[in-house]
T-cell receptor
Framework: DIQMTQSPSSLSASVGDRVTITCRAS??????LNWYQQKPGKAPKLLIY???SLQSEVPSRFTGSGSGTDFTLTISSLQLEDFATYYC?????????FGQGTRLEIK | EVQLLESGGVLVQPGGSLRLSCAAS????????MSWVRQAPGKGLEWVST??????????SDSVKGRFTISRDNSQNTLYLQMNSLRAEDTAVFFC?????FGDGYINFDYWGQGTLVTVSS
């Protein structure tokens, strides 16, 4: 199975900050990497697919980059509604696997 | 508007069975692969199973293989997950998702239901 490791596991930041979350795959997954946002008690929401493509209606302050084994999700200027947990997901092969999540908290 | 509505989650004893349903609307259900993803209380997301649009191929995580069966009824726009031999570690919120498949095998879960809670306990 491909292991997905996110860092950090948690992060405190302020409104307006630029934040970067990293996701590393245990083997190359080319660009088969997606990012999701989840708020407490809610379903996950797709933000970025194929490593760098912005899902429809997702604000442009979210950007994804990377290929192979190393990927990043960057939020250019944090808004209040961005405080949530973020997950990366590889869909290169089954079993599809998720990172353990990064909890983004208000400082 | 795409809508996915899961149902069927209840409290069940270890060793018991349960069938979850996911009613889909707002898109051409028969044209898309569908998946189940679960989330144990306070934990992360775990992919469970995927079924292709025409039910031709199914995929399972090792943790549920042989115990769970994914199926769909394209005439009823409904996805199912039959769960047998349930264990305490199956306790989770189960989400269904619509899958977007494109290009060179790229897959993502672009729409999700709100989830249904399955509790396995005596």
């Amino acid at each position: 199975d491909i292991q997905m490791t996110q860092s950090p596991s948690s992060l405190s930041a302020s409104v307006g900050d630029r934040v970067t979350i990293t996701c590393r795959a245990s083997q190359s997954i080319r660009s088969h990497l997606n990012w999701y946002q989840q708020k407490p008690g809610k379903a996950p929401k797709l933000l970025i697919y194929a490593a760098s493509s912005l899902q429809s209606e997702v604000p442009s302050r979210f950007t994804g980059s990377g290929s192979g084994t190393d990927f990043t999700l960057t939020i250019s200027s944090l808004q209040l509604e961005d405080f949530a947990t973020y997950y990366c997901q590889q869909s290169y092969t089954t079993p599809i696997t998720f990172g353990q999540g990064t909890r983004l908290e208000i400082k | 508007e795409v809508q996915l509505l899961e149902s069927g989650g209840v409290l069940v004893q270890p060793g018991g069975s349960l069938r979850l349903s996911c009613a889909a609307s707002g898109f051409i259900f028969s044209g898309y692969a569908m998946s189940w993803v679960r989330q144990a209380p306070g934990k992360g997301l775990e992919w469970v199973s995927t079924i292709t649009a025409n039910s031709g191929t199914t995929y399972y995580s090792d943790s549920v293989k042989g115990r769970f069966t994914i199926s769909r009824d394209n005439s009823q726009n409904t996805l199912y997950l039959q769960m047998n031999s349930l264990r305490a570690e199956d306790t989770a919120v189960f989400f269904c998702s619509k899958d977007q498949v494109f290009g060179d095998g790229y897959i993502n879960f672009d729409y999700w239901g709100q989830g249904t809670l399955v509790t396995v306990s005596s």
